[in-house]
């Protein structure tokens, strides 16, 4: 792997770090958190202007409406779009992130020409459907259920932690073809319409006061059978295709992010007093542990360098995914950590002086903690390290 930058990525970054420059501003703050319509117009009509810059979709094939960069633009894109601090992909996740690279692997042509330019441009928004009240790590053993009708599957069931679903059009879901199959077998992956009767989405409240993720009720809820991504009870097989995206690229931005939140907390923690005289950034504990987690972060920055020139080159992810997951995790709560632990006393009041935003650090820090549950737990990470990555003995 050769990541030296050539001259024509340099003239990339320069284009790109140009209109950043102005298209961040230009963009303007993201709406009050909790407003999730507001927040889809934002994301939106970010995404849309990616997309008519031409910066949509950078590592989909030009095949299928994407830029198809070259890797090291890949990682030319990821540092600037940090660096200008652009705003976060927010509910155009699913849609940009695992389920149109899924429908590009996996995908009718059909299927591929309806929802890809749709995603890439902002104007469909997607959620997943996966969890069950009993189904998350073990998620295999799911019990929605699609029973065919002539041209349509007839779904019924119950569906949990659908992150956005409030906002979402579609739905990448897993349902349960065949009961009488080995819990794996009997699996398949749907494309739901979730404008249609028989789908209710409810909101959940988290501790940080939002409504991040919610329910989805299915009661006869409709799906024509040409919205099967692979054959009727393959669904397993193409779930660990949507799963290598989660947990393997779809974190990139989120790990070089980290950079400039630890740079952020250095600049934070020399506005802090501390009671006897000086400020935060003269404790040598908190200098140690920032040279350590600057360390941390850029040693798992490589490791994702890595994952993103060998799903280059196979054309998907690899299960270094699961520890690059795991590792960003654990990281990011540290940082958020350490970010209240500096601001002490500022952080719990919730108080906002100059730079000091003691409540953003509280909310930053409570939502930090879902990391190590979210697109598959931390156990359930290191076990996939160690089956998959170490060849230990499978787990029963
Ligand atoms: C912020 C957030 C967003 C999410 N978004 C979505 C979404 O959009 N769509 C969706 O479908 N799901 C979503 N999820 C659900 C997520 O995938 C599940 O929460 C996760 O897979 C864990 O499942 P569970 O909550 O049922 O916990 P359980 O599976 O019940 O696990 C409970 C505990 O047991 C441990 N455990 C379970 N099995 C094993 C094992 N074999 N070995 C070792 N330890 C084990 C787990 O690590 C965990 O600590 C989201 C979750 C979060 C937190």
């Not at 009727?232 to 990139?252: H, S």
């Amino acid at each position: 792997m050769d990541l030296t930058y050539s001259a024509e990525d340099e003239a990339f970054r320069a284009r790109l770090r140009a209109w950043l420059e102005v298209a961040v501003p230009e963009h303007g703050p993201p709406p009050p958190a909790g407003d999730w319509m507001a927040r889809r117009g934002y994301d939106t009509a970010w995404q849309r202007k990616l997309h008519d810059a031409g910066y949509a979709g950078i590592a989909w094939p030009k095949a299928f409406g994407g830029q198809g960069l070259p890797v090291t633009q890949q990682l030319v894109y990821l540092e600037e779009y940090a660096r200008a601090d652009a705003p976060y992909i927010g509910v155009c996740f699913v849609g940009m992130m695992h389920a149109g690279p899924t429908l590009i692997a996996e995908g009718t042509d059909e299927q591929r020409a309806h929802h890809l330019p749709r995603i890439l441009r902002g104007e469909t928004i997607w959620c997943q459907g996966f969890s069950e009240p009993e189904a998350g790590s073990d998620l295999a053993s799911l019990t929605t259920r699609a029973v065919r009708e002539g041209d349509e599957y007839v779904v019924n069931g119950q569906k949990i932690w659908s992150t956005r679903a409030q906002v979402a059009d579609w739905c990448e879901l897993l349902v349960r073809t065949d009961p009488g199959a080995s819990k794996h077998r009997g699996i398949t992956w749907l494309i739901l319409d979730m404008h249609q009767p028989g789908v209710e989405v409810r909101p959940m409240r988290t501790i940080d006061g939002e409504s991040h993720f919610c329910e989805v009720f299915l009661t006869d809820a409709r799906v024509p059978v040409t919205n099967r991504v692979g054959e009727e009870n393959d669904g397993w097989r193409v779930t660990n295709v949507t799963l290598r995206f989660e947990r393997g690229t779809a974190f990139a931005q989120h790990i070089i992010t980290m950079r400039s939140q630890l740079r952020d907390l250095v600049a934070l923690a020399s506005e802090v007093p501390l009671p006897g005289g000086g400020n935060a950034w003269d404790d040598p504990a908190l200098r140690s542990e920032g040279g350590r987690l600057e360390a941390n972060i850029e040693g798992l920055w490589r490791v994702t360098q890595r994952g993103i020139t060998e799903s280059e080159a196979t054309g998907l992810p690899a299960p270094t995914g699961s520890a690059v997951k795991l590792r960003f995790s654990e990281l990011t709560q540290e940082l958020n950590e350490l970010a209240v632990k500096t601001l002490g006393r500022l952080a719990v009041g919730g108080a906002r002086t100059g730079a000091i935003d003691g409540a953003e650090a509280v909310r930053a820090y409570l939502w930090s903690l879902q990391y190590t549950i979210a697109a598959g737990t931390s156990q359930i990470q290191r076990n996939l390290v160690a089956e998959r990555i170490l060849g230990m003995p499978r787990s029963a």
